[in-house]
């Protein structure tokens, strides 16, 4: 079996990210990247990735200069055997050495390593968890992954909305958190009126500011701790991305103060040796790689196996569409101790709707596709009325 093409996609959901202060459930990222690997048998795998899709289809697509170190995907795949999934990898790294070890040369690497996982199992029968090696569970507890709104009644709101949908757990993020200690207690504490004891909660603070004007979110260390204080208080299960993902000193500065409350981080890292500086040093203590950002399932899987020989949990992000949730159930199923699937539950059109059959959330959980490969397929009719590139 050979690759015969790698063919990257935009596509344009027609609308922009909400703002902050809305207090409608979010629409989410406008234009999606998706990745389609061909093969002279007529197999193909997809992966979506979380990246700016302009600048990662350049980097699929650009000329052969004729020099390792400067050279596209494409250059990197063209006419390889798609089973060599390591040493594609490697050979990818290599020809982007000079641009592209990280940033989007990396998230567009995930994508095709993803891709090439979907094609082995296909090519074999079984899906990816298998073929990782274990399948420990058939279904993963599902968190709704949404945006904080504005006024404590508005997060009210949306909790008994995500309750009546069968969520058991409920991560709100961004928006208007983190600039004002007094609102940040309010929201969280009007999310948990609402959720009541038994619904898990989670923030994600993020660690920069949502809107063109004010780019930054500035707080103190000092606050961080007072606001890790109040969110234990409230019981909630984790803290997120709220510092410069590499302040590694700040989160172990943080982590000293924790009693109940996990910190979480991980999702804009990159190889597992800064997933094993976030752990050792930074003492964080859920890592969450994002299979299309840090290197796809292969180096997924030795994150896995390092957060298990540690004994710290490991919770993939998959804030995209259907194909992304995919894999990170097959990671979730491989992984001895499984927590979350992060389950997008944005407006934007793509989010859950690309793939023929949409992955569904069942009494708080969602099922490991059993299919070969992803176990899921994207729809060419919609990717035909979305493309633009």
């Known amino acids: 079996m050979k690759i015969t093409e ?10 922009n990210y909400s703002k902050p202060t809305e207090a409608a459930e979010a629409h989410g990222i406008r234009f999606v990247s998706l990745l389609k690997v061909t093969t002279d048998e007529g197999i193909t795998g997809w992966s979506d990735i979380e990246t700016q899709p302009h600048v990662g289809r350049q ?5 052969s200069g004729g020099a390792v170190g400067f050279e596209s995907i494409r250059e990197a ?48 029968r079984q899906p990816i968890c298998k073929l990782l090696g274990a399948c420990y569970r058939d279904r993963v507890k599902a968190y709704a992954s949404t945006i904080f709104r504005p006024t404590p009644e508005d997060v009210k709101r949306a909790v008994e909305g995500y309750l009546q ?15 004002d200690l007094r609102l940040d207690e309010a929201l969280v504490r009007a999310a948990r009126d609402a959720a009541g004891p038994n619904v898990d909660l989670m923030v994600d603070a993020g660690w920069y ?5 004010n780019p930054f979110r500035p707080r103190s260390l000092k606050d961080w701790i007072k606001t890790v204080h109040m969110l234990e208080e409230q019981n ?20 000293e103060q924790t009693h109940s409350l996990r910190l979480a981080a991980g999702e804009q890292l990159a190889d597992v040796h800064e997933f094993e500086r976030l752990a050792l040093e930074g003492k964080v203590h859920v890592l969450q790689p994002d299979l299309s950002r840090c290197g796809g399932l292969t ?68 099922s490991v596709p059993q299919g070969p490969g992803l176990g899921v397929e994207p729809d060419e009719k919609v990717i035909e009325k979305y493309r633009v590139l």
């Open 6 to 15: 790698v063919e990257a996609m935009v596509l344009d959901t027609g609308k």
């Open 59 to 63: 980097i699929v697509e650009a000329p």
């Open 77 to 124: 795949l063209i006419g390889e055997d798609p089973l060599e999934r390591e040493r594609l990898w490697q050979k990818m790294y290599r020809f982007m050495a000079y641009y592209g070890r990280q940033g989007a040369g990396m998230q567009m690497m995930s994508g095709v390593d993803i891709a090439l996982w979907d094609i082995f199992g296909k090519a074999f």
């Open 165 to 179: 949908e069968g969520f058991r757990a409920i991560k709100f993020g961004w928006g208007v958190f983190g600039e």
């Open 209 to 213: 500011g949502v809107t063109p004007n």
């Open 236 to 255: 909630v299960f984790w803290l997120e991305d709220f510092l410069h993902p590499e302040n590694i000193r700040g989160y172990a500065e943080v982590s």
């Open 299 to 366: 180096v997924g899987r030795k994150i896995a196996d390092f957060a298990t020989r540690h004994q710290i949990e490991c919770v993939p992000h998959a804030w995209l569409t259907d194909l992304l949730k995919a894999a990170s159930l097959h990671l979730n199923a491989y992984l001895m101790q499984s927590v979350y699937l992060e389950y997008n539950v944005s407006s934007a059109s793509l989010m859950n709707k690309l793939c023929k059959v949409p992955i569904q959330m069942k009494d708080g959980y969602i």
